[in-house]
């Protein structure tokens, strides 16, 4: 069982007691008593009910014990106007320059495999910071991923017939431990591009990453040699951002390669986007 206290002015404006509240909440199932402290009351969560994840799911099932239809209507404090975050803005401008660099955008899983992110990757060290699923239906998705690279190479594996070269891209959201977070974990949105072809390609990418950076209007990055076991050895860098790492590219190391069955040569660029908005 888990116990949330509630505040009684953050659930529904009933003008209900706290008894009130609890009687309501009780006959949603929800065992419901008052709480310790002043306007607060403690609800009991039990197995059976899954679906009560937040404070907010609490309150849906009080809303509905009580009645949509008897809650007055009322204009709110606060006047607002809905508009699309700046990430999001950012994020359709990439996918519009790299599209027309003569990259293709594929979408993929938010799940994958603990060794797709580890050791497929040569990184023995990225499960640390995974957000782990407690009872994986499939060994394909155990974990939320931290990086968008294994989903875009096992969409190159999958396309080994199509007209060399494979020239693919991804910008989406990966998912990281914090502790500074109710859930403990954040999104953060990843650019990810792959180029596949009979030579490794890194001058592609690496001209992309100039790309980028030029339609973002930013000129203070640069890079340096890369530690990153991924990469073929001096073939790899990070890419610095006001000194910061925000991403890497290279050339992939060939048991990368194997590990995903790709038998062509590859260069990746992965870093942050967050850092441009």
Known sequence: FVHWYVGEEAVVSTQSTGEAVADYLTKMFLPTRRGDGEGQVEVEIGPTRHDILHQCDVEEDLAIAYGFNNITEQMPDLFTIGAEQEVNKLTDAVREELARAGFTEVLTFSLCSRDDISSSLRNGKALEGAVKIANPKSFEFQVVRTSLLPGVLKTASCNRKMPLPLKLFEVSDVVVKTEDTETGSRNLRKICALFSGKTS?????????????????????????????????????????????????????????????????????????????
């Open 201 to 277: 390609g890194f001058e592609v990418v690496h001209g992309l990453l100039d790309r980028i950076m030029l339609c973002l209007g930013r000129r203070d990055y640069s890079i340096r040699a890369s530690a990153e076991a991924m990469f073929f050895t001096g073939r790899g860098a990070d890419i610095l951002l006001g000194g910061q790492k925000i991403g890497h590219l290279g050339i992939l190391h060939p048991e990368v390669l194997d590990n995903f069955e790709i038998t062509l040569p590859c260069s990746v660029l992965e870093m942050d986007l967050e850092p441009f908005v």
